[in-house]
């Protein structure tokens, strides 16, 4: 019998991460004036956002464009109540 592989997404969604969106708005190096925007999505645990957070640290050590300001949002996409165990899939023609 083959090993049924799980997707490592919908693995994350069931131990409890859930879809996280950061708009990032950032000063460009050579003329802080002018904001740019980014955008990052990640699957990420809330409150405390590890991920979010290291991408971040990531970005004030490596990147020159500082950080103007970040609007997260995040959304649990599986919960408890809409997960269901099936044991087979019957095919009617």
Known sequence: ???RQVD???QR?????GLTT???LYRLPDHPAILQSYLWQEYDLAPKFPELER???FWERELAGPIHS???????LVG???WKSVAGVYRLH
């Open 22 to 24: 950061a708009h990032i």
């Open 13 to 17: 969604q069931l131990e409890g991460y």
């Open 70 to 76: 970040v609007e997260v949002a995040h959304k649990k």
């Open 8 to 10: 490592s997404a919908f």
């Open 80 to 82: 408890p109540n809409e």
């Open 55 to 57: 991408f971040l640290d």
């Open 1 to 3: 019998m083959r090993e």
